[in-house]
């Protein structure tokens, strides 16, 4: 069945016959009544029968009938979203673990109160995960990792860069200070299954000098990592936003990976299907990441600022 089709058998019916439906639609009659032969062809049982001079529908019709006009109505509905831009519809985003448990809920509150026709399904995963579910359109975008090798293929994905995630090392309090993996003093290393970006990047970070974590104890929840790395089990890398969460992140100690943790987040689409959904969700993801830049940005100043009257010195612009 084509929308066509559907248009012309609902216009014989409103008009009460063929000769009235050709006028209203502009066409022939000889067309008319061609198009209704050949839906009747393609659904194999007739639509009308003739009263004296009267089509009557049958009761195949009289089934057909609502369902042309939920389509024609569905159909006009969606012209009219795209032709508005208006977000609408389903938008199933993936998201990292950490992703999902710091930004995101305050971001997708506000997005729901904005866009309430936009149905949001979300799911979590790996960066490596993620990326196959968007290559296979199981999701229509999602929030990953930079990967090791760089982002994804520009051939197949669009992205932009939202978030910058400050990746430190964490490890029982009263660790020694952590400047390259000889000074970790634990062999295990506590992380996400394969497939995490930050996982990728802490592997790399211990070959980059020759070492290898004598075991991984792999698990699914930066709230067990953390919990894990403070009974003394090993040391792990998560992003400093997901510790400023932790209840338990005072019984770990954190240090710095330098640029080494300096990672960016994405926000990732396959290429030719961007809606306007999910520029909605960019629009508001930027913007909330403007903030939070300029927030970071103003606490900078006043650390600063109050480092300076205490010393002593000038803290003019």
Same mark, same amino acid.
């Given at each position: ?23 209203? !639609? ?30 009557? !529908? ?53 997005? %729901? ?5 936009? *149905? ?22 999602? !929030? ?7 982002? &994804? ?23 020694? &200070?952590?400047?390259? &993996?000889?000074?970790?003093? !634990? ?21 980059? %000098? ?12 930066? %709230? ?30 954190? %240090? ?11 926000? *990732? ?32 100043? *006043? ?10 010195? &000038?803290?003019?612009?």
């Amino acid at each position: 069945m084509d929308l066509a089709a559907l248009a012309i058998f609902r216009a014989v019916v409103r008009e009460n016959g063929v000769t009235r439906a050709a006028a209203k !639609l502009n066409r022939v009659q000889s067309n008319v009544t061609t198009r209704i032969k050949q839906l009747e062809d393609q659904l194999g049982t007739p639509l009308f029968t003739r009263d004296g001079r009267r089509l009557v !529908l049958t009761p195949a019709g009289e089934t057909l009938l609502p369902y042309a006009e939920r389509l024609l109505a569905l159909a006009d509905e969606a012209r009219h979203a795209l032709k508005a831009g208006t977000p609408s519809g389903r938008l199933r985003l993936g998201a990292m673990e950490s992703m999902a448990a710091t930004r995101l809920p305050g971001v997708l509150a506000r997005y %729901h109160q904005s866009w309430p026709e936009v *149905t949001l399904e979300l799911e979590t995963g790996t960066t490596d995960r993620l990326i196959e579910r968007l290559r296979e359109f199981e999701v229509d975008a999602a !929030l990953i990792a930079t990967p090791l090798a760089g982002p &994804p293929d520009a051939e197949v994905f669009d992205y932009v860069r939202v978030y910058r995630e400050d990746l430190v090392m964490i490890t029982p309090r009263g660790h020694r &200070p952590i400047r390259a &993996p000889g000074d970790v003093a !634990l062999s295990t290393l506590v992380a996400f299954e394969r497939g995490c970006a930050y996982r990728n990047y802490v592997e790399a970070w211990y070959l980059e %000098h020759g070492i290898r974590p004598t075991r991984v104890l792999e698990l699914g929840s930066y %709230h067990a990592i953390v919990a894990c790395v403070a009974a003394g089990a090993g040391v792990a890398v998560a992003p400093r936003s997901v510790l400023d969460l932790q209840r338990n992140a005072d019984d770990v100690a954190m %240090h710095s990976l330098g640029k080494s943790g300096q990672i960016d987040t994405l926000l *990732t689409w396959r290429r030719g299907h961007f809606s306007p959904a999910l520029d909605a969700l960019k629009t508001a993801l930027l913007e909330h990441a403007q903030s939070e830049a300029e927030a970071r940005a103003r606490g900078e100043t *006043t650390e600063t600022t109050r480092t300076a009257k205490a010393e002593g010195l &000038p803290t003019g612009a």
